[in-house]
């Protein structure tokens, strides 16, 4: 009994998953050389919008990163200005911006109010008699938001939860059609549905190695939100602070943590007066660098925050450096301040 030969297709190797090339150092030196000139993403980072930030840590690129803050601390509001300034001053990148805790309209009106810098109330229901005064911001607001709905798309839990598979099959279908830079923002991290998997602290260890992956893999860049543990909105707040979800600590490039004093202090000195305004107390609020694999720089920024229209604006070096200057005295006078270096870092229970 003769052998029957065997086809060529059998004996041909499957082609790898992985392949040598993609990891030649020739063109690992060229991507940083597109870097340094200004080349192609994912080399080239893609500017936050804040010129401060920025500075510091690059801009976005393809890479995990964590903004975190205590509950009702403005987390949603300072995602959502990164997604509109990034695409403002990025003409070249698109977004998709995944809220599972704020359905989309919300988030609309929010982004025409900051965009426009018209009160928020007023773009939801104009006032004929405060139309001289606001009208005109009002549409302003909605023309900016209107000239990106080719590059930003918004989408929360209209069609129920949402799984680590749903978010990375909307990342595929906006990759089938785009592939220059891409930000993905989600807000909050830790309500993507994980079947199976019930304990927050596994869940998140789960997630964080996944959004990593996703990140890199898809040459996205991920901004993710999550709260602190309970009581960490009484002071001001560290690393330690999200020990219960220490994967996001291993796995993030950059970690930024969110506080306003204000909050916890009426008499606060981190408080500005603007006089003949909407915003007559015009909280200061920090954005502390926790973690920052982009750069040396592991300080404060100062952003102040107006109310009425939902709007962070990042004060100048020369502000920053006043702010931290007023910090370190009132930590020199009472070693015990929140926010000290020194401060007794307590265990709380983590929101779920």
Sequence with gaps: MTTKP??????????????????????QLGDATDAVLGGTWPAAPRHFGY??????????????????????MGKTTFSLQLAYQSLRDNPDTHALYVSLDQPARELNVRL???????????????????????????QAGIRAVSELKERLTIIDETHGGLSLDDLSSLVEQKRQAFDGPLLVFLDPIYK?????????????????QELKTLAMSKNVAIVGTTRLAHGAGK???????????????????????????????????????????????????????????????????????????SKFRECPQVENENYDRMLKNLQRKDPEHEGGEETVVQRFEVID
Excluded at 55 to 63: E, P, T
Excluded at 265 to 278: M, P, Q, R, S, V
């Design 235 to 309: 002071r001001r707040p560290t690393l330690e602070d999200l020990e219960e979800q220490a994967a996001l600590l291993y796995e993030a490039q950059v970690i930024l943590l969110l506080y306003c004093d204000y909050f916890n202090n009426a008499d606060t000195t981190f408080l500005e007066w603007e006089w003949g305004t909407d915003d007559l107390m015009v909280p200061i609020f920090e954005l502390q660098v926790g973690k920052n694999k982009m750069g040396a720089f592991s300080g404060r920024l100062y952003y102040r925050f107006y109310n009425s229209f």
């Design 192 to 208: 993507l549905r994980v079947p199976g998997v019930l304990d927050f602290t596994q869940r998140m260890d789960w997630l964080s």
């Design 6 to 27: 065997r086809s060529r297709a059998s004996t041909r190797p499957a082609r790898p998953r992985i392949r040598l090339e993609d990891f030649e150092l020739g063109r």
């Design 51 to 72: 010129p401060l930030l920025t500075q510091h840590l690059d801009g976005f690129k393809n890479s995990l990163y964590v903004l975190a803050g205590a509950s009702r």
């Design 112 to 138: 025409a109010a900051m965009a426009g810098e018209a009160p928020v109330d007023y773009v939801v229901r104009p006032d004929p008699l405060l139309e001289e005064k606001y009208d005109r911001k009002r």
